[in-house]
């Protein structure tokens, strides 16, 4: 069984500077960022995303524990905030560690997330994910979610 746990202080700057590399990756493998920019530009969106750290208002960061073996296998990171149509919840991070992939877990993680966003009165969930991530988009489309827009670009060469 999965649960959500909120994160500790120490456990908090561990995800952020995990987190915060990691994006920093994916930009540059998107070709968004520069490699020479990225981690600078991932710390910058961090600082602008969770000024307060985990004690940002609306901010949502779990540690993902295995509880039949008492392990953290990931994390995640869940804003909720008002919106004209009702409360929305956004899904900026979900990582379940190497060792703990392809066996279901992040099926259970949708869903307990679902359970936390509905608990927190939150009417609907968005995410992004980058277009080279196959297996995250196969897990988010497994979870019920649904494409609602294209972002596409294309390299030149000269």
Do not use: C
């Not at 956004?90 to 608990?119: C, H, N, R, S």
């Not at 009165?121 to 979610?145: C, D, P, S």
């Amino acid at each position: 069984m999965i649960e959500l746990v909120l994160m500790n202080h120490e456990q908090y700057e561990a995800f952020r500077d995990q987190s915060a590399a990691d994006y920093a990756a994916e930009k540059v493998a998107a070709g968004t960022w520069d490699a020479v920019d990225a981690e600078r530009l991932a710390t910058e969106s961090f600082a602008k995303y969770l000024p307060q750290g985990k004690d940002t208002p609306g901010a949502y960061i779990y540690n993902i524990v295995d509880t039949a073996k008492q392990q953290i296998i990931g994390y995640i990171w869940l804003q909720i905030s008002d919106a004209p149509a009702g409360k929305q919840a956004f899904l900026y991070d979900i990582l379940i560690y190497e060792p703990y992939q392809g066996k279901g877990y992040g099926q259970a993680t949708m869903k307990a997330l679902d359970q936390v966003a509905i608990e927190e009165g939150a009417v609907k969930i968005g995410l992004h994910v980058f277009g080279h991530n196959l297996k995250a988009l196969h897990v988010y489309e497994k979870a019920g979610y649904q494409i609602t827009d294209y972002q596409m670009s294309k390299t030149l060469t000269l």
